[in-house]
């Protein structure tokens, strides 16, 4: 049984969101979660992985100028991958416990850029118009250095075009924020970078509509 005190880890997270709409962490997750995801990117063949599209459903396209990533959807079922996304369970019931955010579902994928490989500035969500409500990213990179490039740049939620800070894809930093408030990029990568990208989302379902997680 790990010792590791995710509780405290929610609360900033918690705090961050309240004050500013923005969290960064290291070291934001218990090493035998990091050790069992490392296990099962390592276990995965390429050819699992999709390249990546832009919208969603019948909007949903592929534009390599915009984006050069490929994706693999985690899968709960498996047990390498159930750790990390019972955490962020966790997290969900921690957040709305004490934000009152009415979160309702998490979804995930493994987000593999190659070398070279980038994603433009973007949202993730527009206000009225999206059920992501927040956004997290989780790294998987150890011992990345800033030569290796692939930082995330987020920007200003006030400013679109100004630059609020870059971060580093380094193994255990989680970093969450609201998702139509921050435009944010993925800068090109100078070798293999691996990283979860995950959405909590409202329930949008209607009695005309079913809204699955995806």
Not at 159 to 165: P, Q
Request: glycine share 6%; with cysteine; charged share 25%.
């Amino acid at each position: 049984m790990s010792d590791f005190d995710i509780e405290n880890i929610y609360a900033q997270i918690a705090d961050d969101l309240r004050s500013t709409g923005l969290s960064i962490i290291e070291n934001a997750m218990d090493p035998i979660i990091i050790q069992a995801l490392n296990q099962r990117i390592a276990s995965l063949e390429e050819d699992t992985f999709q390249t990546a599209g832009i919208g969603r459903q019948s909007d949903h396209e592929k534009n390599a100028l915009i984006r050069r990533d490929k994706i693999r959807w985690l899968d709960r079922s498996n047990e390498l991958e159930a750790g990390y996304l019972q955490a962020m369970d966790d997290l969900k019931d921690y957040l709305n416990r004490r934000l009152f955010m009415g979160l309702f579902s998490y979804e995930s994928h493994f987000a593999h850029y190659e070398k070279g490989a980038f994603y433009k500035k973007h949202l993730d969500a527009f206000k009225g118009k999206a059920n992501r409500v927040l956004t997290t990213v989780f790294y998987l990179n150890e011992d990345w250095q800033t030569e290796d490039g692939g930082e995330l740049v987020i920007y200003q939620a006030e400013d679109h075009n100004k630059a609020l800070c870059k971060v580093l894809p380094q193994q255990g930093t989680l970093v969450t924020f609201l998702s139509d408030e921050f435009p944010h990029e993925v800068l090109a990568a100078n070798k293999s970078r691996y990283s979860i990208a995950g959405w909590f989302r409202i329930n949008a379902s209607t009695a005309a509509h079913i809204d699955p997680p995806r």
